[in-house]
Every structure is written in C-alpha cells, then in structure tokens.
C-alpha cells in the first residue's frame, strides 16, 4: 500500500497542473465542488494506475505504445496550455467588468476528463509499478497490483482535497500565484511540453 501511496505523490505532484487546479476550483465554486472535482481525477489516476501495473508486461514488450503515449502528450500539453492562457485572459476581462460566471457542469466528470488528458500518467505508473515488480517490492499477485492501484487512487485523492481544503490560505497568503494560476497553469505546461519533445527528440 505504501508504494502505491508513494506512486501517487509522485504522479500528482510532478505535473502540478491538477493540484493547482483544485484550488482553482475551490476558490471558484467553492470546497464540496472542489472535493467532488478531486474524486474524479483520483478515480482517474486509479484506472490509470491500474491499468499500468496490470499491463505492465504488455508495455515492457510494447514499447511502441508508450512512445505514442510520450507524444501525443506533446500536443496535450499545448492544447492545454492555450486552453488555460485563453482562460486566463477570459477571467482577467470578467474581472473587470462583471462577478464571475457559475461554476457549470458536473465536477467529478470534469475531474475525470482532466486527469485523462495527463497522458504521462499511464507511462510513469508503468515505470514505477515495472521497477517495483523487479526488485521485488511489489509482489507478482493480483491482489498485491489491486491494492498497489487502489492506494495509488487514495493517495492522488488526499493530495488534491488537500489542495483544495488549502485553497483559501493559499488565496490569502499566496495572493499573486492564486490570481494569475490559469497564467502559471499555462507556463506550466509548455514547459512540459518542450521537456517531453526534448526528452523525445534530442
């Protein structure tokens, strides 16, 4: 259980871009929402999970998937990254001229799609899940895989009502990065973006 937990931390918190945006949805619509909105990616990152330490045979002998994971996340990345731009400066002229809108549609299906568009996921629970299946730290079974997901689920879902519990404080003392974060989500993932294609083609 403790190395799915491990996995988890890792998953969510390297992006960045679903942690911050459970605060983003805190702040907008408020704690409940934002809860609901984090079990949905959780959920997500569980499939995920699941999927990678199930499949992870299957990956290891083709590595032809994982490579097409690696870039189609390359123009995930970008599309995200004008998304939240685009967003950033939508929320700026609201700001200025009118309360913003209603938060819409269903948080946990919005969770969900999130999650799913963090392609690298798959390949980095591989990975790890790969590592730990050599050495011997997680057990061959599949209730030892089972377990491994299930807590990797847990933890992404701790971690992102965390941020989203914090998400006041962090308006308060954090003022600049809590105004500008569909900004920073935007840098955020063009960074990521160049990382993978210099990760891939260089």
């Known amino acids: 259980m403790l190395l799915g937990l491990a996995a988890a931390a890792g ?12 605060v983003n949805v805190s702040l907008r619509a408020g704690r409940r929402t934002a809860y609901i909105f ?20 299957f990956l290891n002998d ?9 870039q189609c996340a390359i123009l995930v990345f970008l599309f995200l990254s004008a998304f939240f731009l685009f967003k950033g400066i939508r929320a700026r002229v609201a700001e200025a001229s009118q309360p913003d809108r209603p938060y819409r549609g269903s948080p946990f299906l919005r969770g969900t799609l999130l999650a799913v568009m963090n392609l690298l996921t ?21 209730l030892a895989r089972i377990v491994f997901a299930g807590s ?8 992102f009502m965390g941020y989203a ?7 308060r003392n954090a003022r600049f990065v809590t105004r500008n974060i569909n900004y920073l989500l935007s840098g955020l993932l063009l960074v990521l973006a160049v990382a993978q294609g210099l990760r891939l083609y260089f």
């Open 11 to 22: 998953a969510t918190l390297l992006p960045g871009m679903l942690n911050m945006t459970s």
């Open 62 to 70: 083709h590595a032809l998937v994982v490579d097409a994971l690696r």
């Open 122 to 142: 798959v390949p980095y629970f591989f990975a790890t899940s790969g590592w730990f299946l050599a050495n011997g730290s997680l057990h061959d079974t599949a």
């Open 165 to 171: 519990r914090a998400a006041h404080w962090m308006h």
């Open 38 to 57: 984090a079990l949905g990616m959780a959920t997500t990152v569980l499939l995920q999970a699941g999927i990678a330490v199930f499949f992870a045979g």
């Open 152 to 159: 990797a689920g847990v933890g992404a879902l701790v971690i």
